[in-house]
């Protein structure tokens, strides 16, 4: 009897497993959709202030009070974020309208050896020059569809550019491209962002 009471511990245990990942993964998830449009929302006030002219930093952003405090990445141990440059907003829209130079776009597999406008620094962007928004560096596919896209890294929470979480209307004779469908149906789990308490921040 104890045998068969700690095999079917162990059995209810492993169902548990599944679903905990999908609790924890959904709040993450949630988290980078709050932060990331406090980043952006935070970025498009300073451009307001400056003539137009992108933050070089996050710590620029709390320091003139645009935003309350550098909030982490929630999807990497690290918490660092890809800064998001102009040139790669302009080289997702010549991705998306199949031009480029190699499977990912300018820069070739993958689009991110050669984004355009992109400063020295790695992939997370890290270099001189201004940041227009920013992005996870979690490679996974997500759970809900943010502006059509389903994995993190396409994730851009970009100042100035619509963020919508789920599947955005299609267009009189437009196909729905494979990579927007969600394996949970349009937007996935708890459509929709988090409003903070207060206003702008939280």
Request: aromatic content about 8%; charged content about 25%.
């Amino acid at each position: 009897m104890v045998v068969a009471a700690i095999a079917i511990m162990l059995i209810l245990m492993g169902a548990a497993v599944p679903t905990w990942h999908y609790v924890m993964k959904n709040a993450r998830e949630e988290e980078l959709i709050f932060r990331g449009n406090q980043i952006a929302e935070a970025i498009e006030r300073y451009q307001r202030k400056h003539g137009g002219m992108p933050p070089t930093s996050m710590e620029n952003l709390v320091k003139q009070k645009f935003l309350r405090k550098a909030w982490p990445d929630p999807m990497t141990r690290d918490g660092k974020w890809r800064l998001v440059r102009q040139g790669e907003i302009m080289n997702q829209r010549f991705r998306r309208r199949g031009l480029g130079g190699g499977p990912g776009g300018f820069g070739g597999p993958g689009g991110r050896a050669g984004l355009l406008g992109d400063a020295p620094g790695g992939a997370r962007g890290e270099g001189l020059g201004g940041f227009v928004g920013v992005a996870t560096t979690l490679d996974e596919d997500s759970l809900r569809i943010f502006n059509g896209q389903t994995k993190y890294t396409e994730w851009l929470f970009v100042a100035g550019q619509p963020r919508v979480v789920g599947r955005q209307p299609l267009k009189p004779g437009e196909v729905l491209p494979p990579n927007a469908r969600g394996p949970f149906g349009p937007g996935g789990p708890g459509d929709g962002t988090r409003k903070p308490e207060g206003g702008v921040d939280r």
